[in-house]
T-cell receptor
Framework: SQTIHQWPATLVQPVGSPLSLECTVE??????LYWYRQAAGRGLQLLFY??????ISSEVPQNLSASRPQDRQFILSSKKLLLSDSGFYLC?????????????FGPGTRLLVL | GENVEQHPSTLSVQEGDSAVIKCTYS??????FPWYKQELGKGPQLIID?????GEKKDQRIAVTLNKTAKHFSLHITETQPEDSAVYFC??????????FGAGTRLTVKP
């Protein structure tokens, strides 16, 4: 069966510091991978998605970047965090073929920028 | 692009009552409609989904209905229990990389 991992689970970082959040998927190959941000009490904002190694699409301009160095690894980064980067970050995967496929979410990383 | 609207934003029901959450979508080409449940501090979990060739789907106390003509779909939870309390998200998509989520409904089931 497929599983998705995210770490760290929680993170407190000062403004201006770098960020690296990691997401890995097990039990599938060539998945589509997604990064979402969820502000407190709000919906899901799609940040990035990737259909393959080295292929990143950005949905909104921002202070963040994403990379996919391996097939089942997706990394969210920032060189200098802003207060507004605080939130709950979710990684999701779906099979990379066919249509109408479900996205499955990881446990999330709660980021607090102080 | 697709726009999904979800109502209500908050819903409070008494244990044992039914709860209904409604979503509308704008892109008539959308053909897949999942529902997610998100408990506090966790990632959303798929609870039920429906595809465009089906009008209704049921799984125990949970059911989803789809009206493609009106472009709306609904989640129905019967005999609600306190553990049903969570935030529920609807979504719509027509192919990969194109899933759009509603803003969420916070459901509270009072014992």
């Amino acid at each position: 069966s497929q599983t998705i991992h995210q770490w760290p689970a929680t993170l407190v970082q000062p403004v201006g510091s770098p960020l690296s959040l990691e997401c890995t998927v097990e039990g599938t190959s060539n998945p589509n991978l997604y990064w979402y941000r969820q502000a407190a009490g709000r919906g899901l904002q799609l940040l990035f998605y990737s259909v393959g190694i080295g292929q990143i699409s950005s949905e909104v301009p921002q202070n963040l970047s994403a990379s996919r160095p391996q097939d089942r690894q997706f990394i969210l980064s920032s060189k200098k965090l802003l207060l507004s980067d605080s939130g709950f970050y979710l990684c999701a995967w779906e099979t990379g073929w066919g249509a109408e496929e479900t996205q499955y979410f990881g446990p999330g990383t709660r980021l607090l920028v102080l | 692009g697709e726009n999904v609207e979800q109502h209500p934003s908050t819903l409070s029901v008494q244990e044992g009552d039914s709860a209904v959450i409604k979503c509308t979508y704008s892109d008539s080409a959308s053909n897949y409609f999942p529902w997610y449940k998100q408990e506090l501090g966790k990632g959303p979990q798929l609870i039920i989904d429906i595809r465009s060739n089906v009008g209704e789907k049921k799984d125990q106390r949970i059911a989803v209905t789809l009206n493609k003509t009106a472009k709306h779909f609904s989640l129905h939870i019967t005999e609600t229990q306190p553990e049903d309390s969570a935030v529920y998200f609807c979504a719509a998509s027509k192919d990969n990389n194109d899933m759009r989520f509603g803003a969420g409904t916070r459901l509270t089931v009072k014992p």
